[in-house]
């Protein structure tokens, strides 16, 4: 037995929506432009005057000196092959391949809410083929259009609260990566001092004239033999509350662990060992570990865990690393890495001033993970009428100084 409708709403081919509301065939909606200047992939340039939009994953794909498309803006691209869509409002240079230009109705649709309503189209994959044609068999929703203005100013409103914050965690990620080439050069002084700093050159770079390079097998615990990987079957009937880990992070949950306490884990193989890479990560508690990451602990008195987790992902390993299909940095080298040791008092300074950076990235990507649910859930609600603008407010989305 169907339930019955909500007040002011009406049964379309969409489903419920608000009374006024109408439903209209895309293409009676949407035009798609044929003429749009293009380039090759091989024509794609790293800079240049004109923006080239491509089907790819990247907002903007390269540039070009070639006449740009500047009529009838702001447009929608569509990705034949990829399914990806681009709301562009400037000049530019289409990339050749499956790239669909589209200009909505201005009598009927807002742009922009024309572009939010498309990306609620769940359009089901042919792997490379084409989509254009599936796209175009869809329906979309008809609000009048102040609300159409509205809705689109809202959701645009959450995107770029949301894209301030990524920007927000690009900046603290660049001056965790500029605190850590101070530290492991000079030391937790501040950057005004490093100039009276005493430095001597070691194999590792400079360092602080105090401090001592030593092999990693000397300051650390290795328990690789109390590894046990477990198959994606095993896996799957040991369901559990206990941390799965591998060489780049947890993988699973399961019923049972190996280790109790705080270890390091770096990646054996299948890993990142780059220069600020996260090559090794820390686990506390219990947790179980297959073979593809060495379990560290540090010896309490020469090192302190955290600091060794930030040491090693400032290193970089990669030069160390043995293998041509699947790099592997095995047991008997990592013994012998060279390694920069502070005294104790300074490890702790220098792990609790990155530890203080981290915090802050984890705040910021946790608001971004926030503003990213609040986008999803508002886009659903907001295109079907669930949820009206009038009178919506959210508060917190702008941020303070």
Known sequence: MNEPLPDGFQMTELGPLPKEWRVVRFDQAITRVTRVPKVKQSDYQPIGLVPIIDQGQSFIAGYTDKSPYKDNLPVIVFGDHTRVLK????????????TQVLIPD????????????????????????????????????LPPLPEQRAIAHLLRTV?????????????????????????????????????????????????????????????VEIHDKLRIPLSDKQRQSRKGIYPYCGANGVLD??????????????????????KFESSAYLMKGRFWVNNHAHILRAIEKYAINIFLLYMLNFMDISVFISGTTRGKLTQGVLKYLPIPLPPLDEQGQIARMLQA???????????????????KTLLHHLMTGKVRVKGLHLPGLERTP
């Open 87 to 98: 709301f562009v409002d400037f000049p530019f240079v289409a990339g050749a391949d499956g």
């Open 106 to 141: 201005s009598t009927l649709f807002d742009p922009l809410f024309v572009y939010y309503a498309l990306s609620t189209i769940d359009i089901p994959s042919r792997g490379y083929n084409r989509h254009f044609s599936l796209l175009r068999e869809s329906s979309l929703p």
């Open 159 to 219: 995107q770029r609260a949301k894209e301030a914050t990524e920007g927000v965690i690009a900046a603290l990620k660049e001056l965790k990566n500029s605190l850590m080439q101070h530290l492991f050069t000079y030391g937790p002084v501040p950057v005004t001092e490093r100039e009276h700093v005493a430095l001597q050159e070691s194999e590792i770079g400079p360092l602080p004239a105090h401090w001592r390079v030593v092999r990693l097998g000397e300051v």
């Open 253 to 274: 949950y399961i019923d049972d662990y190996l280790f109790e306490g705080e270890f390091v884990l770096l990646a054996e193989d299948g890993g990142y060992w780059g």
């Open 357 to 375: 950076v981290d915090a802050k990235i984890a705040a910021e990507q946790a608001r971004c993970a926030a503003l990213e649910a609040l986008f």
